[in-house]
Each structure stands twice: as structure tokens, then as C-alpha cells.
């Protein structure tokens, strides 16, 4: 099955030309990841009993709430085997054979190095904001270090690197040496994941 997906957080913008049922509309915010939205979830769900064999969105910003979120998406139709189309960027993810493309490989490159750079230029701010908050005496830490949530430790990209490979199947062993970490790390992320549902996503 063929669907359309579109992401608009103002309903007076969404077409009745949306009411055919291959088209599927998330009346909601961006920052939503896109596996929490309701038609988001209905898709992953409707995935996992093969039913869907292509989506096609205007583009890929509809697929997540920051490049880590649509990396996950894409990565995650590819896996599925999901052809995707955007139109905004003229991606085709997939040939006529059902082969990922080597264009979808260098945007998925290019994904991961921005993934980075946002979650470096992130940290960098928040270290910033603790320096000038020490200054002021405005700070108040754990023992001087601020607590990690859960949702920072999956959103670093060495997190979702090994996410990546324990979802398609890799052992801890092969999965540390692929991503070049520690067998420790990769537990705890597997660990982790399991608790949180992380796994199961995909």
C-alpha cells in the first residue's frame, strides 16, 4: 500500500483533499517525535503487519522533531524495507529493484554529521550557561555536574549509532566493534533501551 503522510500543526491549513485514506494527517506540533504522534504510531504499527510499501511526504522535516528523529524514521522505513519519496528534496530512497540508493546513503551521511554537530553545539551552550551560572553562584548541581536525562542519553549520536545496529540484529561484541565502543557502553544502551521501549520501535 501507497500512503501519504503529512505533519501540519495548523488545522485550518489541512486540505480536504487529505480525506482520501491513503492519506495519512498528524494534526500536531513539530517537536513531537514522530513515533509518539497518532498517525506517526499508526504507521510504524501498519509497517510491522506489512502493509505499507512506500510513503510519500512534501518533506523529510515531516518525519521527526530534529535530524536525530528523522535519521531514526528513515532509517527505520529502510530497514522495513519502505520506499520513501520526498518531494521538497527529489529523494527516492529505494530503485525499481527495491535497492537502497547511494544518494539516500549520502543524506543519511549528512544527517548524522548535522545530528552531531546540533548535539556538540548543544552541550557546548549548556556548559556555557553552567560557567556563567557558577560565576553568578546561580548554580546548583550534583555535586557540580548536572544529571543526564534519559532523553539527552539517547539523543547522542554514539547512542544512536549503536541503537542502529542492535536494531538490525548485531550482537553487543560486533555492535562495540562497528561503532568503535566500549562492550560496557553498548550494554548499558541495550539495557537502557529495553527499558524505555527503545527497542521495540524498530
Given at each position: 500500500m501507497l500512503i501519504h503522510y503529512i505533519q501540519e500543526s495548523d488545522k485550518s491549513k489541512i486540505s480536504s483533499n487529505y480525506d482520501s485514506p491513503n492519506y495519512y494527517v498528524d494534526n500536531c506540533s513539530s517537536i513531537i517525535p514522530?513515533?509518539?504522534r497518532d498517525k506517526g504510531s499508526l504507521i510504524f504499527g501498519l509497517i510491522g503487519q506489512k502493509k505499507i510499501s512506500k510513503i510519500i511526504v512534501d518533506?523529510?522535516?515531516m518525519l521527526g522533531r530534529n535530524q536525530i528523529d528523522v535519521l531514526n524514521t528513515i532509517d527505520f522505513l529502510i530497514?522495513?524495507?519502505?520506499?520513501l519519496?520526498?518531494?521538497n528534496e527529489g529523494l527516492e530512497t529505494m530503485d525499481e529493484f527495491g535497492r537502497v540508493k547511494s544518494d539516500t546513503i549520502l543524506l543519511l551521511n549528512l544527517l548524522k554529521?548535522?545530528?552531531?554537530?546540533?548535539?556538540?553545539?548543544?552541550?557546548e551552550s549548556q556548559r556555557y550557561g553552567v560557567s556563567k551560572a557558577k560565576d553568578l553562584g546561580r548554580y546548583k548541581g550534583v555535586g557540580g555536574k548536572q544529571l543526564?536525562?534519559?532523553e539527552e542519553f539517547f539523543e547522542k549520536p554514539k547512542t544512536v549509532n549503536i541503537l542502529r545496529h542492535l536494531r538490525r540484529g548485531e550482537s553487543i561484541r560486533r555492535t562495540a566493534k562497528l561503532v568503535g565502543a566500549s562492550t560496557g557502553l553498548v550494554q548499558?544502551?541495550?539495557r537502557w533501551s529495553i527499558d524505555n521501549n527503545?527497542?521495540?520501535?524498530f
Open positions: 514522530f513515533s509518539k518533506s523529510i522535516s530497514i522495513n524495507n519502505i520506499s519519496t520526498s518531494k554529521s548535522l545530528a552531531n554537530m546540533e548535539y556538540t553545539n548543544r552541550k543526564e536525562s534519559i548499558k544502551v541495550k527503545k527497542l521495540q520501535m
